[in-house]
């Protein structure tokens, strides 16, 4: 290690273009956030308004409910991801099976698609009288599914669209987790006589602790900013069905140009963000020194 | 051992399936003259390339195909370039402040999207204006905005392999005279090169698959990219499912050729470095 300023020289210019494109955004929109700036309004200059957009913004409900709809379908996705996938990577990992590394690969294919494209192709499943899924399930089990006209069916879909996009992804990262695990602790918790259910909660969680946290940081972060795929299945709809909180900023902003306003809104989202994230690193490293 | 081996071979296979299925539908669909659209079957009936050959020969999806190629294949490279450089500062020298740095430029790729729309926006279009010049609305504008989630994933990826490679090669060089453009230029590079081709590879398709940006950052024929193509032709003909389904596959393609390829290091890549995949 050399210790010396030269080191900035390499630095330099990723930081410089993170600055530029990635921080003043940052600064210029807590500025917006303060003024009364509709570049459409009788007059287009920025007012000062002080914390005016904020107060509007306590009592916006379409907003309130857009963050409250994205918390609870975060919250669902996370969750069930993170069951589905602890369980499918536990039943997956046989030691020795024919195919494996092509398996695998194919299971990376969700997480490289374009999330745009993987909203295409679930519109073209879902899609009442196109799809496929709409028509078997009235042919097979007399549902009437259809995500244009019921809010609950067009919420499930999102869900069940992003469990498909993003299961095999916690299901890898948990497989290469458990796999990395030493074996010890488990044998000896074995030979102590622990049941199944004490050395999952007490053996595995807490050495998989860091692996767990992770996976879940990512995809919270996400699930709270996911736009694309939603937007080509239901465009938010039915009404505000599926409106999720990028989605609502998306879409308010721009035709209305209420610019303050719009900067407020972001700002309390980045903060809702930052804050969930926040609680999610205490709550997991936490509960580690409650424990012990 | 050997029936909870079959039990995990069929699973793998059910849940490859169920993987699959949707892509899998879009080709079918891709592949269905007009006439044929509402069949039910999920079986592909005919070789049928015209929704592919209508969708190639629009010469305005060209011509996004090409600014999608071109912000993603420049992207990529300057991620590369900046990202090998930060990564090279990070790895061989003690820089006072360098962790704080490092979590800064890191927590970049964490940042909500939708979140920086407007004041990306607002700074596009009154702020970054040069004359007549400004960065709404141009290549170079999304060339520089992917550097927001894409450097990041560079550094990241890159210091982690920087590390790998040992300090002595680096002394040795030196001892024998080498200066530091030598020592990075042959020493460091010819180890990394692996390295580089995986995150010049990852890099191309998050800048590849970007939408909300370019859907927000730009207007015309100018700079629009394939996503925004995708999804422009959604909203314009709400029923032509065909040519709908072909421009999702072409949109897909890329990563289907590099899906073998990035296997092995997308999760380490998607979570940090946390876990090797």
Redesign the interface.
């Known amino acids: 290690m050399r210790r010396s300023n030269i080191g900035w020289l390499f630095l330099a210019p990723a930081t410089l273009i993170l600055f530029v494109v990635g921080f003043i955004p940052f600064l210029y929109i807590l500025y917006v956030g303060f003024f009364d700036w509709n570049s459409n309004a009788v007059d287009p200059t920025l007012r000062w308004a002080g914390l005016q957009n904020y107060r509007n913004l306590v009592f916006d409900a379409t907003f309130l409910n857009s963050l409250a709809r994205t918390l609870v379908f975060a919250f669902i996705v996370v969750v069930s991801e993170l069951l589905l996938g602890y369980v499918l990577a536990r039943a997956l990992m046989a030691d020795r099976l024919w195919g494996r590394q092509f398996f695998r690969t194919i299971h990376t294919l969700p997480i490289v698609v374009a999330p745009i494209a993987v909203g295409a192709t679930w519109r073209l499943l879902c899609v009442p009288g196109f799809g496929i899924i709409p028509y078997y399930l009235k042919l097979w089990f007399g549902i009437d599914y259809n995500i244009s006209t019921n809010a609950y069916h067009a919420f499930g879909t999102a869900i069940v669209m992003d469990l498909w996009h993003w299961t095999p992804f916690v299901t890898l990262s948990l497989m290469a987790g458990l796999t990395a695990l030493p074996k010890e602790p488990l044998e000896q918790a074995q030979i102590d006589g622990g049941n199944k259910l004490q050395i999952f909660w007490y053996v595995i969680v807490p050495m998989l602790k860091p692996v767990l946290l992770t996976t879940v940081f990512i995809r919270l972060m996400d699930a709270l900013r996911s736009v694309d795929e939603v937007w080509m299945l239901t465009k938010g709809g039915p009404a505000e069905a599926t409106r999720f909180i990028g989605l609502h900023i998306w879409i308010n902003v721009f035709p209305k140009t209420d610019y303050g306003y719009g900067a407020a809104m972001s700002l309390l989202t980045l903060y809702v963000t930052i804050v969930l994230s926040w609680l999610l690193f205490v709550a997991m490293t936490g509960r580690k020194g409650g424990a012990q | ?1 050997r029936r ?2 079959l ?3 069929l ?3 059910g ?2 399936l ?6 899998w ?2 080709l079918v ?1 891709s592949m269905r003259p007009r006439v044929k ?2 069949s ?1 079957s ?1 079986l592909i009936d005919a070789v049928y390339w015209d929704n592919f050959l209508a969708v190639l020969n629009s010469a305005t999806f060209l011509r996004y195909l090409w600014n999608s190629m071109l912000v993603a294949t420049s992207n990529a490279a300057l991620v590369c370039a ?2 090998l ?2 990564a ?3 790895s ?5 402040g ?1 962790d704080n ?1 490092f979590f800064w ?1 890191i927590t ?1 790729r ?14 596009f279009t009154k ?1 970054f204006v040069f004359g007549d010049a400004m960065l709404f609305d141009t290549k170079i504008g999304l060339i ?2 992917y ?2 989630f894409n ?2 994933f560079a ?1 990241w990826l890159l210091k982690g392999m920087l590390d790998g490679i040992p ?1 002595e090669l680096d002394e040795a060089a030196r001892v024998d005279g080498a200066t ?1 453009a030598q020592v990075l230029s042959n020493v460091i590079l010819p180890l990394a090169r692996p390295g580089l081709a995986v995150t010049f590879i990852l890099t191309w ?1 998050f800048a ?2 970007e ?2 940006f370019a859907a ?1 950052l730009t207007s015309s024929a100018n700079a629009r990219t394939v ?1 925004t193509a ?2 422009e032709y ?1 909203s314009v003909t709400g ?1 032509n ?1 065909g040519e ?2 072909a ?3 072409l ?2 393609l890329p ?2 050729i ?3 390829f ?2 092995k290091h ?3 890549g ?3 470095g ?4």
Do not use: E, H
Request: glycine share 6%.
């Open positions: 051992m909870s081996g039990a995990s071979f699973l793998w296979i849940l490859t169920l993987t699959l299925l949707p892509v539908w879009m669909v659209l509402y039910k999920v900046l990202g450089l930060a090279f500062g990070l061989r020298y003690r820089i006072s360098g740095v430029l970049n964490m940042a909500p999207p939708a979140v920086f729309l407007l004041p990306l926006f607002l700074l702020w520089l905005l550097c927001v450097l990041p550094i300090l530091t398709i590849w698959n939408y909300l927000t996503t995708l999804a959604v029923t499912w709908m389904a421009m999702a596959f949109t897909t990563a289907l590099v899906l073998g990035v296997q997308i999760v380490a998607l979570t940090f946390a876990l090797k995949g």
